[in-house]
């Protein structure tokens, strides 16, 4: 990690936010509108003469690829994190859907990954992979691994992770001895 300059005296924000965007995702989900526009025109347009049934298949076709596309790269184009006093919460896409929310006291620790890509996870998007955890992945680059009480790990790619990590382990509390999580 880099050095930078910690004021002591300087109060901490109560909420800190960061987010990462994918800006190629964006030509995905213009395909994805392309193919929209494609069954819709057939289903106008038409001028099969073999019959209804292969129209109605391409149709339903181009449609559904169509809105697969679009509503499934939109979906994951950009990830906001916010860290408040209580936990974590991870909200893809515009709308924030999916989303999780992860309480303070269940994870053990938070570490920098300065290379993580989407070949490691599968590609992009909300991944679960048994070896690695679960990560969510919007672009390539620096991300946070966040280590939970349970054995699990979450990974999430965010802008300026250094500071994500020195925020949530600033706010972590060790667990008292003795007890159950």
């Known amino acids: ?27 995905l989900a213009l395909a994805g509108a392309a193919c929209m526009a494609l069954g819709i025109e057939l289903a106008v347009d038409s001028a099969w003469t073999s019959g209804i049934a292969p129209l109605a298949m391409s149709v339903v ?18 990830v906001g994190l916010k860290v408040d006093t209580e936990s974590l919460e991870v909200r893809c896409g515009h709308i924030g859907v999916p989303r999780r ?35 969510v992945v919007v672009r390539r680059g620096e991300g946070i691994v966040l280590r939970l009480w349970d054995g699990h790990t979450f990974t999430i790619t965010v802008d300026n992770a250094e500071a994500a990590v020195r925020i949530i382990t600033a706010r972590l509390v060790p667990p008292t001895p003795g007890a159950v999580l």
Request: one cysteine or more; charged letters at 20%.
């Open 101 to 135: 929310r992860i309480p303070l006291a269940s994870v053990a620790g938070a570490e920098f990954a300065p290379h993580v890509t989407p070949r490691q996870w599968g590609g992009w998007g909300y991944r679960w992979r048994p070896e690695k955890g679960t990560a």
């Open 1 to 27: 990690m880099r050095d930078h300059p910690r004021d002591e005296n300087f109060p901490q924000a109560e909420i800190w936010t960061a987010s990462a965007t994918n800006r190629f995702q964006w030509l």
């Open 61 to 78: 076709g181009c449609i559904a690829a169509g809105l697969l596309m679009m509503f499934g790269t939109l979906a994951f184009v950009h």
